[in-house]
C-alpha cells in the first residue's frame, strides 16, 4: 500500500517526444491491452481504498481518520450488551439530573447505562434551549468525550458513581451500568489504565488511538448497523415521553414567529414516546450502542425542554425506578463527612445559607438573596438564644465580603457566629482522599469476564489530584441544618439540599 501511494504522489513522467526526423513507431495491441488493465487495476485499487476510509470533519482539529465498520468488532457481539451512552455538562446539579434520567432511558430500553465521569463546572456547555442555540449531539458528545480523556490525563478523573450512592439500584438489578472506563477500553481495544499514567501525552499512539474511537463513538462516522445509532433528535424538535398516549403530536412549546424569521428556524417540536423511536423494532434497538447527546431538561412555558418521564402507571419496573431515582444520595464517605462537621464542628443548632451570587442570573439578584436572609436572620436573632450559628454555603470570596450583608453578619460576633469549609481543612482533603481509595466507580456495574485489568485499572486511575469535594459536603452540612434554610431562588443546588432535607439525610 505505501508502495502505491508513493507511486501515486510522484510527477508523472512527460510524454515523450518526437526526435526530429524520426519516424513515429505504432505501438503494438499487447502492449496497449497490458497498458489499460494496469491503468484499470490502479483505478479500481484507489476507488475501494478511498470509500475504505471516512473523513472526520474539521471539528475534530487534525484528529485521525476513524474507520468505519460495516458492524462492530467481535469482541463488542461477545460481551451480549447493548449500551447506553449520553453527554453530561454544565455543573454538577445538572449532570446529576442528566444521570437519572439517563438511569430511566437506560431501563425503558432495557441497556446498560454508561456511567460518565463528574465534568469540571461548565467545561461542557450546551446552550440555550429556549432559544434553539445548542450544540448538535454530535458536538456535545465529542466535547465531553475531549473533556473525559483530559481528566484521565491529568489524574483528575472522577465518575458520577463516585459521588452518587447508586450501589443499591445496580445489586438490585433495577439497572446495569458499566463505567467508562471499563467501557473505553472494551469498546476501544486499548489499555485505558494507560491513559492514567502520568508518562502518557496526548501525542502518544495511545491518545491517537483514543481520539479516533471517540470520533466514532460521537457519531461522525454515522450509523453504523448492529453498531452504533446516534440520537440526533434533541430538544429544538423533541420531548421524550413514555406512555402518555400523545406520541407525534406538537409541543404546547414551540419558537416564536420573530424568532423563526431571526434565525431561519424551521424546527417543531413534537413529543415522542421513545420506546417506540428506539425501542424494539427500531433501527436503534439492533445497535450495540445508542448514544444520546444532552438529557438535560428543565420546565420552561408550561413543557418539560426535553424529557417528560416522571411516571409510568402501565409499567410498574420503571415506575419503582423513577420513584426511587427522585433523590440519590452521596456516597457514605461525603455524608458521614457532611455530618461530622455539623457535630464536632459547629455543636450547635445551626441555620444554613446558601448564597449564588457570581453565576449567570444571579448576580442580578443579590440584594433579593440577601434580603430574604435578613429576614430569616432577624427571626432567629429576636427569638433564639445568641449567638446564632450560620453555616454559610457561597461562591462570594471572604475577601469580598465587605459591604455586603455577610460582611455586616461576619462583623456582629455577639449575635452571629459564622461557619464555612474550605478546602484547606482537613475534613476536606481526608474525604477527598477516602474517596480516591474507595473507587466506587469500579466497583459497581458490569464488567466482562474476559476484562482481567480491573486491579490495574483501579490502582493507575485513581485520581491523582484530590478531587473537590467541597459542594457535595456543604450539601450535606446543610441537610443538617436544624435552624432552616435559606438558599438561593432558582438555584438547582438550593433545589438539591431541599431534597436532601425532604427526606432527612442528615438523621440516617
Not at 482539529?61 to 468505519?68: F, K
Not at 447506553?84 to 432511558?105: C, D, R, W
Not at 467501557?183 to 501525552?201: E, K, M, P, R, Y
Request: with cysteine; hydrophobic share 40%; glycine share 6%.
Amino acid at each position: 500500500m505505501n508502495t502505491i501511494v508513493a507511486l501515486a504522489g510522484r510527477s508523472p513522467n512527460p510524454w515523450p517526444r518526437k526526435k526530429p526526423g524520426s519516424t513515429p513507431r505504432s505501438p503494438s495491441l499487447l502492449s496497449c491491452t497490458v497498458s489499460l488493465f494496469a491503468v484499470l487495476f490502479l483505478f479500481v485499487f484507489f476507488y475501494f481504498s478511498y470509500a475504505r476510509v471516512s473523513t472526520s470533519p474539521s471539528l475534530l482539529r487534525g484528529s485521525l481518520q476513524a474507520s468505519r465498520p460495516s458492524r462492530c468488532e467481535p469482541r463488542i457481539r461477545a460481551l451480549g450488551q447493548r449500551f447506553l451512552s449520553y453527554a453530561p455538562h454544565s455543573g454538577f446539579s445538572n449532570q446529576l439530573s442528566e444521570f437519572k434520567n439517563a438511569i430511566v432511558m437506560a431501563a425503558i430500553l432495557n441497556r446498560t447505562l454508561v456511567v460518565p465521569p463528574v465534568l469540571d463546572h461548565h467545561a461542557v456547555a450546551l446552550g440555550s434551549c429556549p432559544k434553539f442555540r445548542v450544540l448538535s449531539g454530535r458536538e456535545i458528545r465529542l466535547a465531553v468525550w475531549e473533556s473525559a480523556m483530559e481528566l484521565l490525563r491529568a489524574g483528575r478523573y472522577i465518575s458520577m458513581a463516585d459521588i452518587i450512592d447508586i450501589s443499591s439500584l445496580v445489586s438490585s438489578s433495577m439497572i446495569r451500568t458499566i463505567d467508562f472506563r471499563v467501557f473505553v477500553s472494551l469498546w476501544c481495544g486499548v489499555n485505558i489504565d494507560l491513559a492514567c499514567n502520568n508518562q502518557a501525552t496526548g501525542q502518544s499512539p495511545l491518545f491517537a488511538s483514543l481520539k479516533q474511537c471517540g470520533s466514532f463513538l460521537s457519531g461522525f462516522n454515522g450509523n453504523v448497523d448492529e453498531c452504533f445509532y446516534s440520537v440526533d433528535e434533541d430538544c429544538r424538535s423533541t420531548v421524550w415521553t413514555y406512555q402518555n398516549g400523545n406520541d407525534g403530536v406538537l409541543d404546547s412549546f414551540q419558537p416564536d414567529e420573530q424568532l423563526k424569521r431571526k434565525k431561519k428556524i424551521t424546527y417543531a417540536r413534537r413529543r415522542r414516546n421513545v420506546y417506540k423511536a428506539l425501542g424494539p423494532g427500531s433501527q436503534a434497538d439492533s445497535a450495540a450502542l445508542l448514544a444520546f447527546g444532552s438529557l438535560f431538561t428543565s420546565a420552561y412555558k408550561g413543557s418539560q425542554l426535553y424529557f417528560d418521564i416522571h411516571e409510568a402507571p402501565k409499567d410498574q419496573r420503571i415506575q419503582s425506578i423513577i420513584e426511587k431515582i427522585e433523590f440519590l444520595p452521596f456516597v457514605p464517605q461525603i455524608l458521614h463527612a457532611g455530618k461530622e462537621f455539623a457535630l464536632t464542628t459547629i455543636k450547635a443548632p445551626f441555620l444554613c445559607a446558601q448564597l449564588r451570587l457570581l453565576d449567570g442570573q444571579f448576580k442580578n439578584h443579590r440584594k433579593t438573596t440577601f434580603l430574604t436572609l435578613k429576614e430569616k436572620v432577624e427571626s432567629l436573632r429576636q427569638n433564639g438564644p445568641l449567638p446564632v450559628h450560620i453555616f454559610v454555603m457561597t461562591d462570594l470570596p471572604e475577601d469580598n465580603w465587605s459591604r455586603t450583608y455577610l460582611g455586616d453578619l461576619a462583623a456582629d460576633v455577639d449575635n452571629f457566629k459564622l461557619h464555612f469549609l474550605q478546602e484547606e481543612d482537613e475534613l476536606f482533603i481526608r474525604t477527598a482522599k477516602e474517596l480516591a481509595v474507595g473507587g466506587h466507580g469500579l466497583r459497581v456495574g458490569f464488567v466482562a469476564n474476559s476484562f482481567a485489568r480491573m486491579d490495574k485499572l483501579q490502582k493507575q486511575c485513581s485520581p491523582r489530584i484530590l478531587a473537590d469535594v467541597l459542594l457535595y459536603i456543604e450539601e450535606v452540612i446543610c441537610s443538617c441544618a436544624s435552624l432552616g434554610f435559606v438558599g438561593t431562588a432558582g438555584s438547582t443546588i438550593a433545589e438539591s439540599i431541599e431534597l436532601m432535607r425532604k427526606h432527612d439525610v442528615c438523621s440516617s
